[in-house]
């Protein structure tokens, strides 16, 4: 089995943050100070990205592949029922995940696999054009976004407020994305949509960025497929990966999905980033 790195911090019920595609769990770093306060909180690196190594040559790195890898990682850590945050790529494995185990509640930031069809033409470009001048020109990238407008022309299209992005915080994504050997198979691995499987009896909580220029909504939100009940909302002026745009907005929405089912008096305290009901 692949061993999976990962960063755990905080206190309370256990919180599994998950990335996506050619990205790491240092995505998640803005918003950790703010549910460290109230959650376990364990940021884990998918297999093929991160400090993560790949899965096995003979085993195709689906969603499903990824999740059962992570689901091995909880059972190492004696995890049970743990609420579970993913973005884009790591929204279509927290699906999958709760498939195969228990979770408490699910976080769906625009999740990946909801294609009208196979990957959109678009995404495939897209993605593909960004990871071959990471990989190519990761020095050159790294050197235009210690500016504001460097910033926003390397992450203009994942970030809806990329002045807001540190220098450091970009650096690390671009060399994450540059340097992951998962890409190429868990892209083509990809192709094929989400298929909704079991039931899954934990609340759903999904949101896309207003300024999402990746998972665009004609092509790529087909929210049908997402279990019945799930609640949908925006985060404004956030783009695909809004980790960074708004870091309260977003922990705010992880706070909120993991309150659903519990007792009024106990969901009230957990809506409030980095507090702890009574």
């Not at 240092?26 to 959650?39: C, K, M, N, S, T």
């Not at 993991?258 to 009574?278: C, F, H, M, Y």
Request: hydrophobic letters at 45%; one cysteine or more.
């Amino acid at each position: 089995m692949t061993a999976l790195a990962y960063t755990r911090t905080g206190a309370g019920a256990p919180l599994v943050l998950l990335h996506g595609i050619g990205s790491s769990r240092h995505a998640w770093e803005p918003v950790i100070p703010a549910l460290r306060g109230q959650f376990d909180v364990i940021a884990v690196d998918l297999p093929g990205f991160g400090d993560s190594g790949p899965l096995p040559a003979e085993v195709e790195p689906r969603p499903a592949a990824l999740a059962a890898a992570v689901a091995g990682l909880l059972g190492d850590l004696g995890i049970t029922a743990p609420h579970v945050a993913g973005n884009s790529l790591g929204g279509w494995v927290a699906l999958e995940l709760a498939g195969i185990r228990p979770v408490a509640s699910l976080a769906l930031l625009s999740p990946a696999g909801l294609w009208r069809g196979n990957m959109p033409q678009y995404d495939r470009a897209t993605l593909g054009a960004s990871r071959w001048f990471a990989r190519h020109g990761g020095w050159l990238l790294s050197r235009l976004v210690s500016c504001r407008l460097g910033r926003a022309l390397v992450l203009g299209q994942t970030h809806g407020r990329p002045f807001h992005i540190t220098p450091g915080y970009a650096r690390t994504a671009i060399r994450a994305l540059g340097t992951c050997p998962g890409f190429g198979a868990t892209m083509k691995a990809t192709m094929r949509p989400y298929r909704s499987g079991p039931p899954i009896g934990a609340p759903v909580r999904v949101a896309f960025g207003s300024r999402d220029l990746v998972l665009l909504r004609h092509q790529a939100r087909r929210l049908d497929e997402l279990p019945p009940g799930t609640r949908r909302e925006t985060l404004p002026r956030c783009g695909h990966v809004p980790m960074a745009d708004d870091p309260a907005a977003v922990a705010a929405f992880i706070a909120a999905a993991s309150a659903r089912g519990l007792p009024d008096e106990e969901a009230r305290g957990r809506l409030v980033p980095g507090t702890r009901a009574a």
